[in-house]
């Protein structure tokens, strides 16, 4: 499990404090991009047709590339087929995304040709906060998603001392109220599964209690195919078939034979190639491709093993 409020990382100390002055776009033209020989031949595969959805990548996956090469990464990211990006590490207080202020950061992904239809916000930080702050934060998370043309604001984890049956109580009515607050600026809001919603707290479990006491239109849910195989009791497609209209995005990737961890996809257990055609896309509007963790070589690699497994084997099915 992933604590994204505790990784943010701090690009600010990698980049000079003048970031808006230094970039133009012809840093972003003219920047170097050292390409593997292991790299290059992915880039010559395509898939037949024009896909309906656009290729998503959760950044996260390649967070330690981000971390030495923001633009490097980037591109080879574009280079491989990937379209769209689903962000993590908002600074709420200066509202920036890697160390770039949200509009520089937005004009960035422009000139590589890159979107980002959502971001994982840090909401497990105001699991316990007043009112007041969580609006705050919330006001913060849509001024930047907005500035960025995200379409989704996303909640993506909780902290494990948060997992408990009064949280899953309270958790409905504040995700309602944060619903509300994001419709209203004309943006949707998601909540990300991992694990331990498919626990069981009181008579129910976490993901029943979300389904169950939020407003349908106020709240969708951004599944994780990869933690619904792992812990749930119900298939995928029977988590999707229980409310379909409220499944906007995806995340996609495999685990691993042996450890049951994350893989690329294509080295897992997880078969795509029968999941895929079977799950209801009546409200899919993104998916994203990712692995946490547990490289057989390293992020970028990973990342481009998974593209062209994906682009070869399972984009025929969206």
């Given at each position: 499990m992933v604590n994204y409020s505790y990784l943010q990382i701090r690009f600010d100390l990698i980049h000079p404090k003048n970031l808006e002055d230094m970039y133009r776009r012809t840093f972003v033209k003219n920047s170097g991009l050292l390409w593997s020989a292991s790299i290059l031949?992915?880039?010559?595969?395509?898939?037949?047709?024009?896909?309906?959805?656009?290729?998503?990548?959760?950044?996260?996956?390649?967070?330690?590339?981000?971390?030495?090469?923001?633009?490097?990464?980037?591109?080879?990211?574009k280079a491989l087929g990937y379209e769209d990006l689903e962000l993590y590490?908002?600074?709420?207080?200066?509202?920036?995304?890697?160390?770039?202020?949200?509009?520089?950061?937005?004009?960035?992904?422009?000139?590589?040709?890159?979107?980002?239809?959502?971001?994982?916000?840090?909401?497990?930080?105001?699991?316990?906060?007043?009112?007041?702050?969580?609006?705050?934060?919330?006001?913060?998370?849509?001024?930047?998603?907005?500035?960025?043309?995200?379409?989704?604001?996303?909640?993506?984890?909780?902290?494990?001392?948060?997992?408990?049956?009064?949280?899953?109580?309270?958790?409905?009515e504040q995700l309602n109220r944060i619903g509300e607050q994001v419709k209203q600026a004309g943006l949707g809001f998601a909540y990300?599964?991992?694990?331990?919603?498919?626990?069981?707290?009181?008579?129910?479990?976490g993901f029943d209690t979300i389904i169950n006491g939020t407003d349908a239109s106020l709240v969708k849910i951004q599944l994780d195919l990869y933690w619904a195989v792992h812990?749930?009791?119900?298939?995928?497609?029977?988590?999707?078939?229980?409310?379909?209209?409220?499944?906007?995005?995806?995340?996609?990737?495999?685990?691993?034979?042996?450890?049951?961890?994350?893989?690329?996809?294509?080295?897992?257990?997880?078969?795509y190639s029968k999941m895929l055609p079977k799950l209801d896309t009546s409200a899919l509007e993104f998916y994203y491709l990712e692995q946490g963790g547990n490289f057989a070589q390293n992020s970028m690699q990973s990342v481009t093993d998974s593209a062209h497994f994906f682009k070869k084997n399972l984009q025929k099915f969206l």
């Open positions: 031949p992915t880039l010559l595969f395509s898939s037949a047709g024009k896909p309906k959805y656009k290729m998503g990548l959760q950044a996260f996956t390649i967070r330690d590339a981000l971390a030495k090469d923001l633009v490097g990464s980037l591109k080879t990211v590490g908002f600074d709420a207080e200066k509202v920036a995304y890697y160390g770039y202020k949200a509009k520089d950061f937005k004009q960035l992904l422009d000139d590589l040709g890159l979107s980002s239809s959502s971001c994982h916000y840090a909401f497990t930080d105001y699991v316990n906060a007043s009112n007041d702050d969580l609006a705050k934060f919330v006001d913060s998370c849509i001024t930047g998603a907005l500035t960025l043309k995200n379409n989704y604001i996303t909640w993506p984890w909780m902290a494990p001392e948060h997992r408990t049956l009064e949280t899953f109580e309270r958790l409905p990300h599964n991992h694990d331990f919603e498919f626990h069981t707290y009181g008579d129910t479990t812990s749930a009791k119900k298939s995928p497609q029977e988590l999707i078939a229980t409310a379909p209209e409220r499944f906007v995005m995806w995340h996609i990737k495999d685990m691993d034979k042996l450890t049951r961890d994350y893989s690329e996809l294509g080295n897992g257990s997880i078969d």
